[in-house]
């Protein structure tokens, strides 16, 4: 049987509160679990202390056990100093859109040629 540690959604229409579980990978999303790990809060700020609560004990064992964090809960893991933190990179993320880089390559040339209008006129 695949283990995850992933999010389970509780709470009221867009007002989301998550149980972070151990449940059987085939299981759905608010179905059955195993064990109860913690809880996620998003509404809270990001410093607070309650935003996530993390049984870090419970979470190690069933890391031994081959339990697969989801994305999400391997952030918390990581902050909560369970496991290592991982080196990620999104090139592409950083990247500007065709559009923007059209704008910038406009605005450019449009800043040249009125360099250049200024230079002609001044001599």
Do not use: C
Request: proline share 4%; net charge positive; glycine share 6%.
């Amino acid at each position: 049987m695949a283990l995850k540690i992933r999010l389970a959604r509780a709470g009221a229409k867009k007002r989301p509160h998550y149980h972070i579980v151990v449940a059987d990978a085939r299981s759905p999303r608010d179905g059955s679990f195993i064990a109860r790990l913690g809880t996620y809060t998003p509404q809270l700020a990001k410093d607070s202390g309650i935003r996530v609560r993390l049984d870090v004990e419970q979470s190690k064992e069933w890391i031994a056990k081959g339990a697969q964090p989801t994305d999400r809960v391997t952030r918390f893991l990581e902050n909560a100093g369970v496991i290592a933190k991982a080196d990620r990179s999104n090139l592409k993320k950083g990247e500007p859109g065709k559009k923007s880089v059209e704008r910038a390559k406009a605005r450019a040339e449009k800043t040249a040629a009125l360099e250049a209008a200024k230079e002609e006129a001044a001599s």
